[in-house]
């Protein structure tokens, strides 16, 4: 490292060792990531993640594609059916290669620095920031929305109130792990209560006779003409609800016993939050035509307009509650994506940094701040769901290959979880017919996540490829990663391999 930046590092870490009362580092004076997310906090590291704003966006686009109630609930099914398969192959790569940064690490490791950078400079780019920015402008036209009764908040006070969200995020994630988790614990809870009311709201409603949108006669009546294109943008559109199964996968290296806790919450997460999600959307149907739920720019709010009358207030505040924990869980994992890409090189050495005395990714995690609230600044971003639910497909996709070819490439590979050869099969055979149909129904929105995620080939060859660079480049960098780590009272964290080495072995004859 350059010697300025070696320096400050250690005049900082010789500060730490002077702290003897400095709880955040051990007996040998280390500063790694703390360790402490357990099973419940796992758990609701994925509910969290998943359940945001995309069960109060979907709906809609789901059934606009898929052209009737009936199969609009078989995507439902079936799409938490392919998380399943899918994060069944991630728990097996989850403790095979025990380094955060989920799908960036497996593909870097597996592939290559080429492959796992295009995954890395998609997801920077433009694939989390502009899902944040979605779930926070959702955030802030439901919080807004009882004070605006007969009419649409006005644009520039939601985008002011999302990125006042953000930014409060973000210092709660800079300042302490235990807060963010505690936070991801609590709203999680509440927004699994606000989607019980509705679900228990659904029920009391069917049980009333309210189900004629749901009679197989009436429900698997298309009123489009439906093709496998179409549904293959229903997937896409649920996808973007079911988007954040993965994300515990980012944060390995501060789970308490990954090799065990990892795949018992990924166990427990998904059936659940496919159970919801499908009882959600039936609920929706006994209150709401599908004429109606196509009509409405809020789900919830419409669904509570009609049946919870003087506190139909209930479900924008829970929705608001909902969104606000997506926020955090977002903005938790991401960040950890960017300090695994820096950590690799692929990053500015800056992003790999952790701060002394509170071990949180700040210069990562304030990144992810910016990145988030530009996207914000340049307008409408509901139209790119489909675009970076394909980006998410695709990393997936490419993934599940990584794993068949680890399995090839490296069969001794000590593997504490291993999936049977069908789930990743199964896995990419409905991988490609979604893309290959996706592509075909929408070539110009997939087009343009290729081309997103291609604009990073030359950056690759540039900034990580090409090493005799000018020496006035170097020196830039040098001065900025020194400024920043003076600004943000960062270090590099040492590595705790604890974990990671009886993994990595290989498993002996």
Known sequence: MAERTRICTEDMEEKTRRRKDDSNSDNSGKVTLKKEIGLLSACAIIIGNIIGSGIFISPKGVLEHAGSVGLSLIVWVCGGGICALGSLCYAELGVTIPKSGGDYSYVTEIFGGLVGFLLLWSAVLIMYPTTLAVIALTFSNYVLQPAFQNCVPPFIAIKLLAAICVLFLTWVNCSSVRWATRIQDIFTVGKLLALALIIVVGLVQIFRGHYDALVPSVAFEFQQDSSVGQIALAFLQASFAYSGWNFLNYVTEEVVEPRKNLPRAIYISIPLVTLVYTMTNIAYFSSMTPEELLASNAVAVTFGEKLLGMFSWV??????????????????????????????????????????????????????????????????????????????????????????????????????????????????????????????????????????????????????????????????????????????????????????EPLTAKASD
């Open 315 to 500: 479900m924008p505040i829970s929705v608001a509650l909902s969104t606000f924990g997506g926020i955090n869980g977002y903005l938790f994992t991401s960040s950890r994506l960017c300090f695994s890409g820096a950590r690799e090189g692929h990053l500015p050495y800056l992003l790999a940094m952790i701060h002394l005395k509170n071990c949180t990714p700040i210069p990562a995690l304030l990144v992810c701040c910016f990145a988030t609230i530009v996207i914000l600044c340049i307008g409408e971003t509901h139209n790119l769901i489909n675009y970076v639910s394909f980006i998410n497909y695709l990393s997936y996709g490419v993934t599940i290959a990584g794993l068949l070819y680890l399995r090839k490439t490296r069969p001794n590979l000590a593997r504490p979880i291993r999936v049977s050869l069908l789930v990743p099969i199964s896995y990419l055979v409905f991988w490609a017919v979604l893309l290959g149909f996706s592509l075909y129904s929408e070539p110009v929105v997939c087009g343009l996540g290729m081309v997103i995620m291609l604009t990073g080939v030359p950056v690759y060859f540039v900034g990580v490829q090409w090493k005799e660079k000018p020496k006035w480049v170097y020196r830039l960098v040098e001065r900025f990663t020194y400024v920043g780590q003076k600004l943000c009272y960062v270090v590099f964290p040492q590595n705790d391999s604890s974990e990671t």
